[in-house]
């Protein structure tokens, strides 16, 4: 591990413990041609940005999940029973650790803000917060080398958003090495009602590009570009190799890109296998102009910076 990855969280809490984790964006997206085991070999930045899911979790004879929302997030599309990420979470420890967690439960409250199926990880980010505060919460010691397995073996998004910053993410996406990134970067979100299936856009990038390479893409340019610190050579060495097969399922997206490019950004591009669109600006200033005028067309329009912390503590009892 290059550097812990779980900032700020003591090893045992005895009462309430609310753990935030952000969502992330992917500066770079190279995907190569699907793998034996049904995963796309992935070359990709991610960039952590500032929109919160958080988790409070407290010691409970039951297990109870409960959720509110941002207005923004459509809360109908979250499972709440053991489909729910932060139930396969739990399920994972008494697995691993079926000593330790038995008769032990939790009842755990989701605050989200984070779009639900935009891309944005979402529910990535609800299971490394899971992962974090029931560990603490049940005693289990695990190191964070751990933690990061489990969180793989969770979906390939969730390693990340225990580290958060940026990183560069290989394998199916669960191999993550934080790169340098001082930021700040300015994003304009443009969440949209209705979400998209991560597996739907992987199988349509299939039909639309049967000849991936094994190896994908590597983002060299928009390495140099991130230490550079330059906005407009960032803007144009953004890839996501999922925005074609995405626009194509969803031709309107191609619309809302262009609309926020028109209205001044950088660049736009869509967030992982969408369909949130996000802007690249050159401060809060310029993103929240470009915010404005979006915000005639769309009903919803955020703005959030980047990198920010992964998964963190934010009180506890
Ligand atoms: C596309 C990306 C880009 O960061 O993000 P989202 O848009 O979902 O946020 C990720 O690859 C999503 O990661 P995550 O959402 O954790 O996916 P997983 O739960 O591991 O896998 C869900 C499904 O996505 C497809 N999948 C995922 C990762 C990968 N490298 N290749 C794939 O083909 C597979 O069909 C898999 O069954
Ligand atoms: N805690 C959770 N929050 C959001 N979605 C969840 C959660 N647990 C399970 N899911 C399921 O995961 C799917 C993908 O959600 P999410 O992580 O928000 O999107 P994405 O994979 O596009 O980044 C949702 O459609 C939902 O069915």
Redesign the pocket.
């Known amino acids: 591990m290059t550097r812990p990855v779980i900032r700020h969280v003591p090893d045992h809490v005895e009462g309430a413990i609310t753990v935030r984790s952000p969502a ?1 964006i ?1 500066l770079h ?1 190279g995907v190569g041609a ?1 793998r034996a085991d ?5 070359t ?1 930045v ?1 960039h952590a940005v500032g929109l919160y899911d958080d988790l409070v979790v407290t010691p409970a004879e039951q297990w109870k999940l409960t959720l509110t929302a941002a207005g923004h997030v459509d809360t109908d599309q979250v499972p709440g029973g053991d489909d729910n990420i932060v139930a396969r979470a739990a399920a994972l420890f008494a697995e691993r650790a079926p000593e330790r967690v038995r008769g032990r439960s939790a009842n755990v409250h989701i605050t989200k803000e984070i779009p639900v199926a935009g ?3 979402g ?2 980010a609800d299971a490394a917060a899971a992962l974090v505060a029931l560990d603490r919460l049940w005693g289990l010691h695990t190191s964070d080398e751990d933690l990061v397995a489990l969180a793989g073996e969770l ?4 390693p990340f958003a225990l580290f958060g910053g940026t990183a560069l ?1 290989t394998g ?2 669960e191999v993550v090495d934080p790169v340098p990134d001082e930021g700040p970067w300015w994003w304009v979100v443009v969440p949209s009602e209705e979400g998209l299936s ?2 739907e ?3 349509h990038f299939d039909r639309l590009s049967p000849d991936a390479p094994a190896e994908p893409a590597y983002p060299t340019e928009l390495l140099a570009a991130l230490a550079a610190r330059d906005a407009v050579r960032l803007g144009a060495a953004l890839r996501n190799d ?1 925005q074609e097969a995405a626009c194509d399922l969803r031709p309107e997206l191609g619309d809302v890109i262009a609309a926020g490019e028109a209205a001044g950004a950088v660049r736009g591009i869509l ?4 369909p949130t669109c996000v802007f690249l600006c050159t401060s809060g200033d310029h993103a929240r102009d470009v915010a404005a005028t979006l915000a005639a067309d769309h009903p919803v329009v955020l703005v959030a910076n980047g990198p920010v912390a992964g998964t963190h503590l934010l009180e506890y009892a």
């Open positions: 992330k992917n997206l699907r049904g995963y796309h070999a992935l990709t991610y891309g944005m990880a529910g990535s979906g390939s998004d969730v993410g199916r996406g991560t597996p856009v992987y199988a999922l967030s992982g296998s969408g």
